[in-house]
Each structure stands twice: as structure tokens, then as C-alpha cells.
């Protein structure tokens, strides 16, 4: 089981992983070895909440593909263990941020009193730039 928040858990059969081998340097170890970890989950044949169905499949993400397909590629590391659970966590990530709701923003505007130090300063400005002009005698 996968747990994503208080109530929410993924059950371990609906995450495929399957391990392949990492790409980049790294000599002979990752040339032989399958250390790097790709994660397959299906949103819509999940048994993931309605709302969090929805959420996911209305975030824009590189990860989420026109299907509603989360593919996760883990290769941080040398172990497969350790990118299991990085792709694991990515997930959890990824989940987490499609279900959050952004704060609405409130409109705000300059006091008085702000308005009034602005022009003020502006006023200065102004005043000592005139008096850099040349003297006329």
C-alpha cells in the first residue's frame, strides 16, 4: 500500500514497476545491471477517490500522458531499491500537488497615504534634475 494522504492509499497491484537499465556513464556496473526503475499508473483504472481522478486528469504535467497515464522514470541512483522509492515518492508528489488548491488572491491597492509619499518623491526627483540645468546669467 502506497499512502498518498490520511485517507487516500493506492494498493501495491495497480503501480507496475519494472526495472531497466539506467542510462548515462557509469562504466561496466550500468552497462550489466538493471538499477533504474520505470513506474507505470493508470489514473482512470485506479482506485484512487472521484476527486482525485479528476484533479490528476485536469493537471498539465510532462508525466501524465493524453491517456491519463503517470510514467515515472527513477535512475537517480545506483540501487534499484533506492529508485523504487524515489519513483514511489515522485508519485506520492505528484499527487499531492494536483489536489492542492491555490489560494485565491486578493486584490489590493496603494493607501492614501502611499500614493501621496510616491508623487511626493516624484515632485523631488523632478526638482533637483531642473535645478542640474545650465545657468543662464
Known amino acids: 500500500m502506497l499512502v498518498v494522504s490520511a485517507g487516500v492509499s493506492i494498493p501495491d497491484d495497480e503501480i507496475i514497476l519494472t526495472a531497466i537499465r539506467a542510462q548515462g556513464a557509469g562504466g561496466q556496473h550500468v552497462?550489466?545491471?538493471s538499477t533504474a526503475i520505470h513506474l507505470r499508473f493508470d489514473i482512470r483504472g485506479s482506485s484512487l477517490p472521484e476527486f482525485y481522478q479528476q484533479r490528476l486528469l485536469a493537471f498539465t504535467h510532462h508525466l501524465i500522458t493524453s491517456d491519463g497515464v503517470v510514467i515515472i522514470k527513477a535512475?537517480?541512483?545506483?540501487?534499484q531499491e533506492l529508485n523504487r522509492e524515489a519513483a514511489l515518492a515522485?508519485?506520492?508528489?505528484?499527487?499531492q500537488d494536483a489536489t492542492r488548491f491555490q489560494k485565491a488572491r486578493k486584490a489590493t491597492a496603494p493607501s492614501k497615504n502611499a500614493k501621496r509619499k510616491?508623487?511626493?518623491s516624484k515632485?523631488?526627483?523632478?526638482?533637483?534634475k531642473t535645478l542640474r540645468g545650465k545657468v543662464s546669467y
Open 123 to 128: 515632485n523631488r526627483r523632478g526638482e533637483t
Open 90 to 95: 515522485r508519485l506520492v508528489a505528484l499527487i
Open 75 to 79: 535512475q537517480e541512483y545506483r540501487s
Open 31 to 33: 552497462n550489466k545491471s
Open 118 to 120: 510616491r508623487l511626493d
